[in-house]
């Protein structure tokens, strides 16, 4: 499905602030794999999944989707097979369009945007079926600008907006952790409605170590840049926080001070 | 005010109108606030006059200032997005290189179409309206198909990924939009919408003038924003109704102005620009007008995720 060779992406290249951001990353995802992404403050998981989206185009390395080369595709001509949800809702819907407008705007990605009518009829029915979905009440709000949606709402549809067309690829980047404690678990239980359960192949970046190992059944770590871990099936689901937190003080031969992992 | 005023000013008004949903179409919808108007609308006028001066039929000449008038939106466009030249200063760049060309195809400051038809004299002469019927009579007509195809446009795919492009350029990439192509494409219809706006007035006032673009964005934005203030609606067609309403308010506003017996013509740009500074640094108003803040931005600031409507 996803396959990357010896992936390297730098920043600043030849400047004193040079910043080697992944280094020497393989990975093999296969269809339907669910795989949650860990790994400290700027180890690199957003800088992959941006790579792999097509917003930074990296120095050195290939990634082939479906067995095509993506490598140095932009972003908008790989939207059709890959989609993204960001850490801000604010990021994942457009606020002064409708709720019917964002869902229309999803339901053609991917496809060269034409003179026609924007939203038929039969469209604004199935956008009511799939909201009803979400238990929200927003199917009966089709018409009402996003701004005025709650952040845990603006989440939701931006899930919904995802799957509106199946990709071939979900990237999720801490999609839950602007969120609170409630609204992140509603926004969790409908990534595993809808990505997880619908065997979408998904990469979903947390800094939660327990919604990291409840969701998939693989897991990869991130550290300065490499891949540091990548555990599946019965070894993942072996996986308790205290151990994670131990693996990756061998990988990484470290100590975690003062990082976020430890919060959680 | 004379009834004859009034109603020169409302068709005054309506034919700056077109400029106005130009500006409208970049400053409101693509959040692009788009200098190369001041070029444009001289553009149209210079052409247009240019044409009809040399005995071309007006229909044609009108016609004419549409296609260059987008030529202009799209070097603005191109050089924003091709070479990441900022809104403003690509603006500027094609304003101020109008300026040459304009004059290059004036060939003088200004082109006088006393002795020529225009088409609101061809009109007049074709169907036995009077002069002034008959510019009301194209005016508005102008005006009304200008705002259906852009409320028609706007609610096409494409015209609602151009929407989206000026809300959240990051989300439409992701949806697979070309984003810089939709500015390219806004650029080239608000500047389109602004050279028939010069190409018509030059007709009605007769005359092309180099000079007549100064100001331009100016008096689009106040336009906008008393047309938005004055109707306060929501809805798309509302807003582009609301903001050709805002452009015969302005010129009503104009035309009090000018009673007043200390103030003279050249003081209007002055007023303009205060009537704008003011509308844009009143708390209530400034609100809906200002850029809007980047929500984004302001939620990693605050830390919290907004809750309205909740
Ligand atoms: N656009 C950019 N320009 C320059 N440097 C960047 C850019 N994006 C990321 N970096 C750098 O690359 C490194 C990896 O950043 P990245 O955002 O991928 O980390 P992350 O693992 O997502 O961290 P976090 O958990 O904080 O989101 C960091 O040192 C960061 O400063
Ligand atoms: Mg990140």
Redesign the pocket.
């Known amino acids: 499905m996803l396959q990357i060779h010896n992936l390297y992406k730098v920043?600043?290249i030849g400047e004193i602030n040079e910043?080697m951001?992944l280094q020497k990353i393989n990975l093999l995802l296969k269809p339907g794999e669910f795989v949650t992404v860990i790994?400290?403050?700027?180890?690199?998981?957003?800088?992959?999944l941006n790579c792999i989206a097509g917003v930074?185009l990296p120095e050195k390395g290939t990634i082939l989707l479906d067995g095509k080369e993506i490598t140095h595709l932009p972003d908008y001509r790989r939207a059709g097979s890959i989609c993204r949800i960001f850490q801000d809702p604010m990021i994942g819907t457009a606020a002064s369009l409708t709720v019917e407008e964002n869902l229309a705007l999803a339901l053609r990605r991917g496809q060269r945007r034409r003179l026609t009518r924007a939203i038929t009829r039969s469209e604004r029915e199935l956008f009511r079926q799939k909201l009803a979905v979400l238990e929200l009440g927003l199917e009966g709000r089709l018409t009402t600008p996003v701004k005025l949606l709650s952040g845990g709402q603006r989440q939701a549809l931006a899930l919904l907006m995802a799957t509106l067309v199946r990709p071939k690829l979900a990237l999720l980047d801490?999609h839950t952790a602007s969120l609170d404690p409630k609204t992140a678990l509603r926004v969790l239980h409908l990534t595993r409605t809808l990505f997880e359960k619908e065997n979408i192949t998904t990469l979903m970046?947390t800094?939660n170590m327990e919604q990291a190992l409840e969701l998939g059944r693989r897991l990869i770590m991130?550290h300065e840049g490499s891949l540091i871990l990548d555990v599946n099936d019965g070894e993942r689901d072996g996986l308790t926080v205290p151990k994670l937190v131990e693996l990756f003080h061998a990988a990484s031969g470290e100590q975690l001070h003062n990082d976020?992992l430890l919060l959680h | 005010m004379s009834i004859t005023l009034i109603w020169s000013t409302l068709i005054l008004g309506l034919l700056y109108g077109l400029l106005v949903l130009g500006v409208f179409l970049t400053f409101r919808i693509l959040n692009y606030a788009d200098l190369s108007v001041d070029g444009s609308l001289p553009l149209g006028a210079a052409i247009t006059a240019t044409l009809i001066f040399n005995g071309m039929n007006p229909f044609l000449a009108t016609l004419l200032a549409i296609p260059l008038g987008a030529l202009a939106g799209l070097i603005t466009g191109i050089l924003h997005t091709r070479f990441s030249i900022t809104p403003l200063l690509s603006g500027i760049l094609t304003m101020i290189g109008l300026y040459s060309i304009n004059l290059r195809i004036m060939s003088r400051p200004n082109v006088t179409l006393l002795r020529h038809d225009t088409i609101f004299d061809l009109l007049a002469s074709a169907t036995g309206l009077s002069l002034r019927l008959s510019q009301s009579v194209v005016a508005l007509a102008v005006i009304v198909a200008a705002v259906v195809g852009l409320y028609l446009f706007l609610n096409t795919e494409l015209g609602q990924a151009l929407r989206g492009t000026g809300d959240n350029e990051v989300m439409l990439r992701s949806l697979g939009v070309n984003t810089d192509r939709m500015k390219i494409l806004g650029l080239a219809i608000s500047n389109a919408l602004v050279a028939l706006s010069g190409a018509m007035i030059a007709q009605y006032q007769g005359f092309a003038d180099i000079n007549m673009g100064i100001g331009m964005i100016i008096i689009g934005l106040a336009s906008v924003i008393i047309g938005e203030v004055a109707l306060g609606v929501r809805s798309i067609f509302g807003r582009l109704c609301a903001v050709v309403a805002g452009s015969i308010l302005y010129r009503l506003a104009i035309a009090l102005v000018l009673r007043i017996s200390f103030i003279d013509y050249t003081d209007l740009k002055l007023f303009t620009a205060l009537l704008v500074t003011i509308a844009l640094i009143s708390p209530e108003i400034s609100k809906k007008f200002r850029p809007a803040p980047n929500l984004a931005l302001l939620e990693h600031k605050t830390g919290g995720v907004e809750r309205a409507g909740n």
């Open positions: 920043f600043h910043k951001a790994g400290g403050n700027g180890a690199g998981k957003s800088t992959l930074h801490e970046i800094h991130l976020r």
